[in-house]
Structure formats: C-alpha cells, structure tokens
C-alpha cells in the first residue's frame, strides 16, 4: 500500500547573522505560516520574530506497514528540512517532528440545501 503523509518539521533558528536576519525579514511574507501548504518539494515557514521554523512536506511511502512508513516519512522530512537549512546557509535545530497521515482524513458530504 502507499501511505500519504503531511509531516511537519519544526525547529529553532541558532546563530543568524545580521544579514541572514535582514534577508528573512525581507522574505517574510513569502513564508508567513497563514500561507503554508504541504508538498513533496516542502513549505520553508517562519515567524518575524526569527526565532521559530517550519518545514511541511507530503512525503509518500510504499512501506507494508503503517508505523513503519510514518517513521520513515518522519525521518525523510526531517533530513529534507535539515539540507533545506543547510541550502539557505541558515542554522537550526529541529525540536519536533509530527506526521498526519492523508488516508485518515473523513471528508464529510456537504450538507444539502
């Protein structure tokens, strides 16, 4: 079976620079946490006050089992997020990894009018 997963990866920024700060902030609304979404290539979102991150990613797996496939996503999220940093050249240490898994969701019919 192929498991969907909406994993989101969140961290703390350490040693910015003045400039990195600069440029963030200059960036700020192209990463403002009202516009994420989930996706394979990943969601970079953070707060103005650059202290938190977020990484959302869609990762898909083809593991049999269900906990093993989210693990798995987990620990794929969070290697894309930790060479999503190294790629801006920014620092930062993950603090929490949580995974949804899309075959999960109920979607409700709509209500008739």
């Given amino acids: 079976m192929t498991w969907n997963f909406r994993i989101t990866v969140r961290g703390r920024f350490s040693g910015l620079d003045e400039e990195q700060r600069l440029s963030l902030r200059a960036a700020q609304d192209d990463h403002d946490m009202l516009s994420a979404s989930f996706s394979p290539e990943g969601t970079f979102l953070y707060t103005p006050e650059l202290v ?41 240490t993950t603090m929490s990894v949580s995974a949804v898994c899309v075959e999960d969701f109920k979607v409700r019919p709509r209500a008739r009018r």
Wanted: proline share 0%; charged share 30%; net charge negative.
């Fill in 52 to 92: 938190n991150y977020q990484h959302r990613y869609l990762v898909t797996s083809d593991e049999a089992d269900r906990d093993d496939a989210e693990t798995l996503a987990g620990i794929r999220a969070e290697e894309l997020s930790a060479a999503d940093l190294a790629s801006r050249g920014l620092g930062g």
